[in-house]
């Protein structure tokens, strides 16, 4: 419940802070309007923290700079274009835009930049009702001219505008609703919801960046479940990541199996739940987050009905992975991410069956050796993937998995196990059998690491004997 009494004496005190104070009384002395605009406003009155200081004014670009920089130890004018010029004051970073009041083409999100000459107008051109209010400065005053604080208070998602405009005009916003859902805990309006299913189409206009920029956001929240589902509902996630909504597997009254729509929503939920757990404090895990969405989407291409009732997903892990990689470098993901995340979807069923029987100790170190990097996060997205109501065969594989988390330190603390290298280098290699660099030092080096895994340390002399039988042997 927004408490508002608290909301404008937390508003008071943005208005007051010392940065907003100094450039308050600058743009005051110049002639000029300011204000504080969009998310800073709303999170002051909801009560969230932010680190972000906009400002916007009626003041043209070459005028905020001579008012901003006897006061900043920087500034910056790459969004001169746009109106926009950042500055470090008083150790805060700021950015303050002319008021701005864009046309659209439809052909593309670009707008065609327009300076405006009032808030108001600044202000009806923003996303999100709730996004568009401003507190002017100095003063303070509260600026509300689409009743952001109403739905503030009735925590819903509303454009300023008629929403098939304003998605019309940028299609990005559809994405941008679905995010704040997640991020704010808010309701997107009907009207507004129905407009993000009609004009769906139209964010093929959009660049694979951005949406990668809006999907990545929408994942770092809390509660990424919300935008999610209204994704999927609005038919844009068709759009986003296809796989997604194509987990909603069609149930036959013979087949019968569980909605991997809905498992795969859950498993990113406990994840985010083991990641706080296990990391507090730590930046959102995207990368976890996003394999813990998609571990499973290669079930459906890998779907077989079995006689008697059964159902089969043969390899889902294998072709998940391709999917994963596939997908990933459509949206433009750096190639790391897509690397960690495409080997956490091929090995998140590694695990399961550990509970039948334990491993040896060659198990475990191959499970750590083809984790590699991503072992913590396998850790996470394998305990993740038992959704199961079963509360005995949930706590029994729970017990398993805590055992082999528990044998790992055991043999990491014995063995070095994070190294895991032959206990002779490429180097050594070539000097005990005297030959150059080549395919025959690749296949002495596997032939050592497959020691190491099944065997463990068994020391240099051992190691070297054990090459020079095989060595020996290949003759």
């Known amino acids: 419940m927004l408490n508002m009494a608290e909301g404008v004496a937390r508003l008071g005190a943005l208005a007051a802070s010392p940065v907003v104070s100094a450039l308050a009384d600058a743009f005051a002395a110049a002639g000029f309007e300011l204000a504080i605009v969009g998310g800073p406003v709303r999170d002051a009155l909801l009560g969230r ?114 929403p098939g405009v304003s998605f019309g005009d940028d299609p990005l916003r559809m994405l941008r609703a679905a995010r704040f859902a997640s991020q704010l805990g808010f309701t997107v309006e009907p009207a507004t919801e ?22 990545v956001k929408l994942l770092r929240t809390d509660d990424p479940d919300r935008g999610i589902r209204r994704l999927v509902e609005t038919g844009l996630m068709e759009l986003v990541l296809p796989e997604v909504p194509a987990l909603r597997l069609e149930i036959d009254e013979h087949h019968h199996h569980k909605d991997v729509y809905e498992h795969s929503l859950t498993v990113l939920r406990q994840a985010i739940d083991l990641e ?34 059964g159902v089969s997903f043969y390899h889902h892990d294998i072709k998940g992975a391709r999917m ?18 495409s080997r956490l979807v091929e090995l998140h069923l590694r695990f399961f069956g550990y509970s039948e029987g334990a491993w040896t100790d060659s198990a475990v170190r191959r499970y750590v050796r083809d984790a590699g990097d991503e072992l913590e996060r396998l850790h996470i997205l394998t305990r993740a993937d038992v959704t199961t109501r079963n509360k005995r065969k949930a706590a029994r594989l729970k017990t398993a998995y805590d055992d082999i988390e528990r044998r790992i330190d055991e043999l990491a603390a014995a063995e070095e196990l994070g190294a895991m ?43 070297e004997q054990r090459l020079r039988d095989w060595w020996a042997s290949r003759s």
Not at 450 to 463: C, Q, S
Request: no cysteine; glycine share 10%; net charge negative.
């Open 194 to 215: 129905r407009a993000m299913a009609d004009l769906r189409d139209t964010l093929a206009i959009v660049s694979p960046e951005r949406v990668q920029g809006e999907l």
């Open 49 to 162: 923290a932010t680190n972000d200081l906009d400002f916007t004014t009626d003041a043209r670009p070459d005028d905020i700079l001579r008012v901003v920089e006897p006061l900043a130890t920087a500034t910056w004018d790459i969004g001169r274009a746009f109106g926009t010029i950042g500055a470090k004051v008083r150790g805060e970073q700021v950015e303050i835009t002319t008021y701005r009041a864009d046309s659209y083409d439809g052909v593309t999100r670009k707008p065609t930049v327009e300076f405006g000459d009032t808030l108001d107008q600044d202000l009806a051109r923003r996303d999100f009702t709730v996004n568009a209010m401003a507190l002017r400065v100095p003063g303070p005053a509260l600026v509300d001219p689409t009743g952001g604080v109403e739905d503030l208070v009735a925590r819903t998602l509303r454009t300023p505008s008629d």
């Open 324 to 341: 994963s990689r596939k997908r990933l470098q459509a949206l433009r993901f750096d190639s790391d991410t897509i690397s960690s995340v």
């Open 421 to 463: 290298r032959p206990e002779l280098d490429g180097n050594r290699i070539q000097e005990i059998l005297g030959i150059g660099p080549g395919r025959e030092v690749g296949e002495a080096y596997r032939f050592l690491l497959d020691i190491r895994l099944d065997e463990g340390m068994i020391g240099p002399d051992a190691a």
């Open 276 to 309: 706080h757990e296990r990391h507090p404090g730590a930046e959102p895990d995207v990368v976890l987050r996003l394999a813990a969405l998609l571990h499973d989407i290669g079930k459906p291409a890998t779907r077989k009905l079995e006689p008697g009732g």
